[in-house]
């Protein structure tokens, strides 16, 4: 039995609704405040196999919602009542969604892939790198046929599978694996708006920032450690960042104030 994200938002005239997205978490406890709407999954007949009270995080008639609806094989119709009056309507696409010329570049982390549906369903695609103990998941564009593995984000040195997950909301298509090897410890400075900086790394542990040698420091007057770091606009220099509990000595460096020092 899979999952349907629902999202929808209660208005004077009625509700609307987002196309459905298939979800492998769980629900939680749910919203604290009813909405006086139910999701009531039908199958082809028009039987009802399932209802399930909508609530909102907000106590008013305008009220946005959000739930995660099970459903199984078949399920053809998912109605929004209130009370006894259809409201709104997602029927289960005839289509199925495909995945073709699946697979990495040679010598870089570019995954390449055809996208394709029987019925031209706009898809939600994510991309799953997997290993012994983890799943590490990414959004994709949707009008996307290739993606940058950001190997500079994942733990270093594994031996991960990757694969694509492509779905239109109720079905999925699941590309075969392919072996990706990550790189070894990197630490990459980035500039991310006008005055804030961000060690990317695959490192966990503490960091040491300086600029023109001289450790920078919080207001409390202890050194900063973590992987974030706010400049004055105006800061001119060396600016460093190096990782404290890696075996080796790995850094990266930006001289601040020339134009190429994001």
């Not at 209802?51 to 739930?67: M, T, Y």
């Not at 119709?77 to 289960?92: G, N, S, T």
């Not at 990317?200 to 992987?227: A, C, K, V």
Request: one cysteine or more.
């Amino acid at each position: 039995m899979t999952r349907l994200r629902i999202v929808g938002k209660r208005t004077k005239d009625g509700v609307e609704l987002e196309p459905a997205r298939e979800e492998e978490r769980l629900a939680g406890s749910g919203a604290p405040y009813a909405t006086g709407l139910v999701a009531v999954a039908l199958d082809a007949r028009g039987r009802l196999l399932k209802e399930l009270p909508i609530k909102s995080v907000n106590d008013s008639e305008e009220a946005a919602f959000e739930l995660l609806l099970p459903v199984s094989p078949d399920v053809q119709a998912i109605q929004i009542r209130d009370r006894h009056e259809v409201v709104a309507e997602l029927k289960r696409p005839n289509g199925v969604p495909s995945l073709t010329n699946f697979g990495l570049d040679d010598g870089a982390p570019i995954l390449h892939w055809t996208y394709g549906h029987t019925k031209l369903a706009r898809p939600a695609l994510q991309l799953e790198l997997i290993d012994d103990t983890a799943t590490y998941a990414f959004s994709v564009d949707s009008c996307a046929e290739d993606y940058r593995i950001p190997t500079q984000r994942l733990p270093a040195r594994r031996d991960l599978r990757i694969r694509l997950v492509a779905s239109d909301g109720w079905n999925k298509a699941v590309s075969p694996s392919e072996p990706l090897a990550t790189t070894d410890s990197t630490l990459i400075l980035r500039r991310v708006t006008a005055n804030r900086w961000f060690a990317e790394t695959n490192l966990s542990g503490r960091f040491r920032w300086t600029l023109d040698g001289e450790t920078l420091m919080r207001s409390s007057q202890e050194p900063i450690d973590g992987r974030i770091v706010d400049l004055d606009t105006s800061a001119r220099g060396i600016l460093e960042v190096r990782a404290l509990d890696a075996g080796s000595a790995i850094a990266d460096t930006r001289v601040l104030g020339e134009a190429t020092d994001g």
